[in-house]
DNA sequence: CTGAAAGCGCTTACAG
DNA sequence: CTGAAAGCGCTTACAG
């Protein structure tokens, strides 16, 4: 059923059903009632496309899973993209996702000439993300999940990463560590370079060095944190702490502990980031995981919703946050040699 | 730049210039050499919404997230869907994912309505999942990734899961083991009762009981891993194998073991069904996890193959596909009683 | 408050 | 081998 059929159903004209349909205000009462209930008994649904079409938005936004950018791969990311989709669904948004393998520009521009989507979202940004000036090039909305530096202003949701990893850095001296190793991401990415200047500003806070010896940095899986972990635990002067920027990078360094012949918590301290992945969550763990917390389900909904506002024309430096960030202490530390108390 | 636009800078109709770009046979040679030239010099690409209006296609293939499904935002499905994208992105197809919070039926409808896309995958189907009936009554093709039945005969990929399982239960009772337990996820769903069924065979093709004690489903997380391997493990008759469906049921898993003072494979052998994720690999944890593997990624390329297939008219009964599944043995299963001979 | 008509940017019979 | 024209199904000035 088209818009032609239904109005010549009601013996009305196209224009007048479809302004009922999407709610425009010079509708008679009586006639737009007339118009609901016709809609809703034969399924009338304007077909997407050619509303698209008529409109000139794509009513769409995108992103693209690049399969080099490992990280976006990560199974965290799923929860980001349920957010992301989530927020969308409620203003008839769809959410399109591409791969690429390799070339990651030229997919960016298919998506801008095929006007394919209204705006796009990107993640985990290194410092000077190359891309978003390419996106500007090719006129297409950006909103950053994370924090670049480029020369055009763009929107942005972040967490705070810095400050998470201070405070959890300051947390661990308070319980009387001094040497405290960091199990991070890439420094390349943002995200990674945040906590790492979060850690490293904690501990010259207090007047302690931050160790070259102590910052590791790679890849984010299960094994990069056993072998970060074991290569930290093994040294003349271990750390008595670890601090994981991902859950799996702490599942790994557990596992080092463990096998070491170490306590998690007695005897190495350790808190991670979580994201609050459902699949893995840091309180049942043995013993449950003290994390710095934030909800990437809830950071993809609210970038949903900055990317429809950048494809309607909001202003893009309007569209800046930084979320705080949550510490939440459980058993996984404990004060420097050992017992509770 | 439009298509009207370039036709007029070449001096030729629409007409020719659409079919040049769309590699009709009839255009001149010399004509199709130009046209495709000035359309890269000027970077021309035809607007997707534009051709998918007058084509009829919506040019993409759909994937709803439903979050009680949770299964479906297993960390596992990004890897499925990076799978997918990768494929369509091959043949100019666009992948929408939605979300749904409770009214998957609404969302499925309004996918068909509006016409937004050509097929839709379904995943992680129940044993008789409502949702083929309801797509095959709003006319959207459908392809299953998993298998389900239905009165309408439907595409399908799935992997062996019940020979797998049954390999898997074969090869520890090899070893020597009598008691195996099944850490299995919730069997309303088709690989769940597939994996339960390929269990109880090869126990009862060795005149072996699959006592009910020894089967657990439910959620797939780790917690519930550790928390099914922890009841298995304190019965009056523990197991002395464990077979888990998951690779963050088989973590949990490793840690109730642990957790109980026993030694992975020596005391407790372990198996589990590895998806081929990134972030955790079997073969690096300590032990190495003997695994039944298939790669979820590969499924999710094929899939979408399917799903364009299908969306093109071709006969669903055609495409049914059962890949094997192979079985990896590593340091994680051991002979009953301990050494590894 | 309602309608006739143009337009969004393509594809594709149909005619030559 | 090429082109004029209709059509896909909407939205939206413009006129009344």
Redesign the interface.
């Known amino acids: 059923l088209n818009l032609k059929e239904l109005s010549q159903h009601l013996g009305l004209s196209q224009t007048t059903v479809s302004r009922a349909l999407n709610g425009f205000p010079e509708v008679g009462e009586r006639t737009r009632r007339r118009v609901l209930a016709a809609a809703e008994q034969f399924?009338?649904?304007?077909?997407?496309?050619?509303r698209?079409?008529a409109t000139g938005r794509?009513g769409?936004i995108g992103i693209v899973?690049s399969?080099n950018r490992?990280l976006l791969?990560?199974?965290?990311?799923?929860?980001f993209?349920?957010g992301?989709?989530?927020a969308?669904?409620q203003t008839d948004t769809?959410?399109?996702?591409?791969?690429?393998?390799g070339d990651e520009a030229g997919?960016y521009?298919?998506l801008a000439?095929?006007?394919?989507v209204d705006a796009v979202v990107l993640s985990t940004p290194s410092i000077e993300d190359p891309r978003v000036g390419l996106l500007h090039r090719l006129g297409l909305p950006v909103v950053v999940h994370g924090r670049t530096t480029s020369a055009e202003p763009c929107a942005f949701l972040d967490i705070d990463n810095e400050g998470a990893f201070h405070r959890a850095t300051e947390m661990l001296i308070e319980l009387g560590h001094r040497r405290i190793g960091l199990v991070n991401g890439d420094t390349a990415y943002t995200f990674a370079l945040h906590r790492q200047r979060g850690w490293r500003a904690a501990l010259a806070g207090r007047g302690l060095p931050a160790a070259d010896e102590l910052d590791c940095r790679g890849p984010?899986?299960?094994?990069d944190g056993?072998r970060f972990a074991r290569r930290l635990l093994t040294l003349p002067q271990p750390p008595t702490a670890l601090l994981c920027s991902s859950i799996?990078l702490a599942?790994g360094a557990m596992?080092a502990i463990?096998?070491l012949g170490l306590a998690i918590g007695r005897d190495v301290s350790i808190v991670a980031h979580d994201d609050g992945?459902?699949?893995?969550?840091p309180e049942?763990?043995?013993p449950p995981l003290t994390t710095t917390f934030s909800s990437i389900r809830a950071a993809g909904g609210r970038i949903a919703e900055i990317a429809m506002a950048i494809a309607d024309g909001a202003d893009p430096a309007s569209l800046r946050e930084v979320w705080a960030v949550d510490i939440v202490a459980r058993g996984s530390t404990m004060p420097v040699g050992g017992s509770r108390q």
């Open positions: 399924h009338y649904r304007p077909k997407s496309v050619a698209k079409l794509a769409a899973l399969s490992n791969l990560d199974p965290i990311f799923m929860d993209l349920a992301l989709a989530a969308s669904a769809d959410v399109l996702v591409s791969a690429t393998h997919t521009q298919r000439r095929a006007r394919s984010m899986t299960e094994e056993h799996f599942l596992r463990r096998d992945l459902s699949a893995i969550r049942t763990l043995t």
